[in-house]
């Protein structure tokens, strides 16, 4: 699976949007980016997750390069509750070349939401 | 939302006996669970995969009979760690891959403390 990178903290305002990077530049054309979050003492929660368009759901946007060199995650109004680890990994689909889909985190970022 | 369940959620054992940590997927099926250990202000580093109805995969360095995975169903993978000494001490979080969803999602992660 391709690494990525990622800045080890941000601060963001509350209430603003906060955007966060990820560079993935061995992606191969067949892996998705995977963005998740961690919160102090917690599990993962998983956020969203794209291919090559770009996704929005409840929770975020994902914005990927043409590329698909790297991706940003876009929180669009930052709340306290939003200071977590953001994780972005990228990970085959399943039955690809016999990949077993797993995740394999890195370092993050984390992310401090400033009131 | 898809949820994943751990039980217990935390739990303190004497050094030399075993423990066991339940994983369940609550509205899926999941033929493929996911089972990590995180130390603190560390990330997430993969144990092994649990494959219902086989041997788990264990990944380089982790000690199969010591950690040992049981995924007799297709909502329920099991972790037992064997003779438990003070160094097992972490936070253990498993993870169930939703293939409908091409996603995987997270337990809220078991505290074991061994004294």
Request: charged share 15%.
């Amino acid at each position: 699976d391709a690494k990525t990178t990622q800045p080890p903290s941000m601060d963001c305002a509350e209430g603003r949007a906060a955007n966060l990077p990820c560079n993935h530049s061995t992606i191969s054309g067949n892996e998705y980016v995977y963005w998740y979050r961690q919160i102090h003492s917690q599990g993962p929660q998983y956020i969203i997750h794209g291919l090559k368009n770009n996704e929005t759901n409840e929770m975020a946007s994902l914005i990927i390069t043409e590329d698909r060199k790297s991706s940003t995650l876009i929180l669009p109004h930052a709340t306290l509750r939003d200071t977590a680890v953001y994780y972005c990994i990228v990970r085959l689909p399943e039955g690809y070349g016999g990949a077993t889909n797993k995740l394999i985190f890195g370092t993050g970022t984390l992310l401090a939401v400033q009131p | 939302g898809a949820v994943v369940s751990q039980h217990p959620s935390w739990v303190i054992c004497k050094s030399g006996t075993s423990v066991k940590i339940e994983c369940r997927s609550l509205d899926f099926q999941a033929t493929t669970m996911f089972w990590y250990r995180q130390f603190p202000k560390q990330s997430l580093m993969l144990m092994a995969t649990s494959n219902e109805g086989s041997k788990a995969t264990y990944e380089q360095g982790v000690e199969k009979d010591k950690f040992l995975i049981n995924h007799a169903s297709l909502t329920l993978s099991t972790l037992t760690v064997t003779s438990a000494h003070p160094e097992d001490s972490s936070f253990y979080i498993c993870s169930a891959r939703d293939a409908g969803r091409n996603t995987i999602y997270f337990g809220e992660g078991s505290w074991l403390t061994v004294v």
